[in-house]
C-alpha cells in the first residue's frame, strides 16, 4: 500500500494510550462481523442444496462476509442472492460497468467501504473505463446527472418529484430512458438499504479480494493490519464493553406479556379513522426525539469514498421537523408496492419486479415462531411493527395500522438502533447493538436488520416509482 493510512482521531487515541503502556483491548475483529461471534455464525444452520448449488453456480462458492453473516437466515439469503446477481449481471437496461459504478456511489453516500471495494474490485475485473475510480469528476456527465437522485433517495427521499425524473429523462445527449432510469434507481435504493445491514449487523470488509492497483488502492487496501479500526467497523467496537442488563429475563417477559395484551385489545379496538391518524401522527412526532447520545458532536472520520460523493453535507432530517412546513404523508392506499410500484417497475425492467417482491415477502413473513427462549409465538405484530416504524419515519402511513402498537413493542433503544441503522448507518456502534433485546439471539437480531433493509429499499423505492408515475402521467 503506497504512503499512510488516515487515521481517525480515535484511533489515533487509542495508539497513543498503548505507546503509553496502558493495556488496550484488540478492536479488530477479524470474523464475519464484528458484533456477532465467529463461532455463532459458522455453526449456524447450514444452507440448503438450492442455495449451495446457487452460490456454486452463479458466485463460484464464494461466501463473503455479507453472505455468510445473511447465512443465519437461509431462506432469505436466496431470495436476496437471485435479486442481487439479476440487479448486476443479467439482461438489464444498463451496461455492467454502469451497473457496479452506480453501487459505488450508493455505498460511498453512507461511507460503507466494504461495498464500495467490492464493487471497485468488480468495476476492475471489467476492465473498461478504469479512470472513472479516480471520482465523480472523471465519470461520464450521464452518470454525474445521477447525484442529485442518489443523494435525495439516500437521505430524504419524500423531496424526489416529477421535476427530477424529467430533468433525468430530457437532458440531450446526456438523457436516460425510462427502463434505464427505473434499473439505476433500483440500484441505489438497493445498495443504500444493503449499506444498512452492513453497519447495522457489523460486517467485516473482506480480508481476501482481487488486489487492485494504482488509483484505487487506497480504497481497497491488501493487508487488514494496515487499516485503521475505523475501516474495518467505523468504531463498531470504539465504545468499550457490551453493555449487560442484569433484568433481561423481565425485559423479555414483559415484551411477550405486551404483544398478549396488544392481541386481546385488537378484538375491542373500534378506533375510528380519526383516531387512527391521531397515533400515526402521534408516532411521526415522536420519532424526532428518537436520537442517539451526543449525536450532533459525533464527526464520521473522513474515507477516500468521499471522491464518489457530491454534495456531502446534504444528509438526513426527519421527515416531521418541529415548526416548519413538513411535506404530506404518503398514503399508501393512495400508492403502494403492491398496487402501483411493481407493476410499474415490472413493466419498465423486466422480471424484476417479482424478485423484489419475493425478497420483501420473504424478509416480512421469515418466522421460525421463536423469541429468545420461548417457542410457539407469533410474532407477526412484532415483525410488522419493526417494518412499519421504518415507513413512519419516513412519512409513509397505513391508514389499516394502529401505530400505538409501535410504542407498546419497540423500546427506546431500539428505536435508536432502528433510526441510525435506517437513517444514517454509518454512525452504528457495537454499543447500540447490544442495548436492546438482550436475552435475544443474534440471529434475531439480524432478521431486525433485514425488516429495516428491506423497509428502507421499499420506501425509497415508493417514492422514486410515484415521481416516475407523475412524470409518466
Not at 182 to 197: G, T, Y
Amino acid at each position: 500500500m503506497n504512503g499512510t493510512v488516515d487515521i481517525c482521531n480515535h484511533c489515533r487515541n487509542m495508539m497513543r494510550e498503548k505507546e503509553k503502556g496502558i493495556k488496550m483491548s484488540r478492536l479488530i475483529s477479524t470474523g464475519p462481523s464484528s458484533f456477532i461471534p465467529e463461532n455463532e455464525i459458522l455453526g449456524a444452520m447450514p444452507l440448503n442444496d438450492s442455495t449451495v448449488m446457487f452460490l456454486e453456480e452463479e458466485f463460484s462458492s464464494r461466501m463473503d462476509n455479507l453472505t455468510q453473516v445473511m447465512g443465519l437466515h437461509p431462506h432469505y439469503l436466496q431470495a436476496f442472492l437471485r435479486c442481487h446477481y439479476y440487479l448486476l449481471r443479467m439482461d438489464g437496461p444498463l451496461p455492467l460497468h454502469y451497473r457496479h459504478y452506480i453501487a459505488i456511489m450508493a455505498a460511498a453516500r453512507h461511507q460503507c467501504s466494504a461495498l464500495v471495494c467490492q464493487h471497485v474490485q468488480e468495476f476492475e475485473q471489467i476492465g473498461v473505463c478504469s479512470d472513472w475510480l479516480r471520482g465523480l469528476e472523471f465519470c461520464p456527465q450521464r452518470l454525474r446527472n445521477l447525484n442529485e437522485i442518489n443523494k435525495i433517495l439516500a437521505h430524504r427521499p419524500w423531496l424526489i418529484t416529477k421535476q427530477h425524473i424529467q430533468a433525468l429523462v430530457k437532458t440531450g445527449e446526456h438523457s436516460w430512458s425510462l427502463a434505464e432510469l427505473v434499473h439505476a434507481v433500483v440500484l441505489l435504493a438497493h445498495f443504500h438499504a444493503l449499506a444498512s445491514f452492513v453497519f447495522g449487523s457489523g460486517v467485516n470488509p473482506d480480508p481476501e479480494g482481487t488486489e487492485v492497483n494504482g488509483v484505487t488502492d487506497d480504497l481497497c487496501p491488501p493487508a487488514l493490519s494496515d487499516l485503521c479500526t475505523c475501516h474495518l467497523t467505523n468504531s463498531n467496537q470504539a465504545n468499550g464493553n457490551p453493555l449487560r442488563n442484569p433484568d433481561t429475563g423481565s425485559e423479555l417477559e414483559a415484551l411477550m406479556e405486551r404483544m398478549k395484551r396488544l392481541l386481546e385489545e385488537r378484538e375491542d379496538d373500534d378506533a375510528s379513522e380519526e383516531e387512527m391518524f391521531t397515533r400515526f401522527e402521534k408516532e411521526k412526532k415522536e420519532s424526532l426525539l428518537v436520537v442517539s447520545a451526543g449525536f450532533d458532536e459525533e464527526v464520521v472520520p473522513p474515507s477516500p469514498v468521499a471522491r464518489f460523493v457530491d454534495d456531502p453535507s446534504f444528509g438526513y432530517q426527519d421527515f416531521a421537523r418541529h415548526g416548519e412546513d413538513n411535506p404530506p404523508t404518503f398514503k399508501a392506499q393512495d400508492y403502494s408496492w403492491e398496487d402501483h410500484g411493481f407493476s410499474l417497475v415490472n413493466r419498465l425492467y423486466s422480471d424484476i419486479g417479482h424478485l423484489l417482491d419475493d425478497k420483501f415477502r420473504t424478509a416480512c413473513d421469515l418466522t421460525y415462531y421463536n423469541m429468545a427462549s420461548h417457542e410457539g409465538v407469533d410474532t407477526s405484530m412484532l415483525r410488522r411493527a419493526l417494518f412499519n416504524y421504518v415507513h413512519c419515519m419516513y412519512g409513509i402511513r397505513y391508514d389499516d395500522y394502529d401505530y400505538g402498537e409501535v410504542n407498546q413493542l419497540l423500546e427506546r433503544s431500539l428505536k435508536v438502533y432502528i433510526k441510525t441503522v435506517t437513517c444514517y448507518p454509518e454512525r452504528t456502534t457495537r454499543r447500540m447493538y447490544e442495548s436492546y433485546w438482550h436475552q435475544f439471539r443474534h440471529s434475531e437480531k439480524v432478521h431486525v436488520n433485514l425488516l429495516l433493509m428491506e423497509a428502507r429499499m421499499q420506501a425509497e423505492l415508493l417514492y422514486a416509482l410515484r415521481a416516475i408515475t407523475h412524470y409518466m402521467t
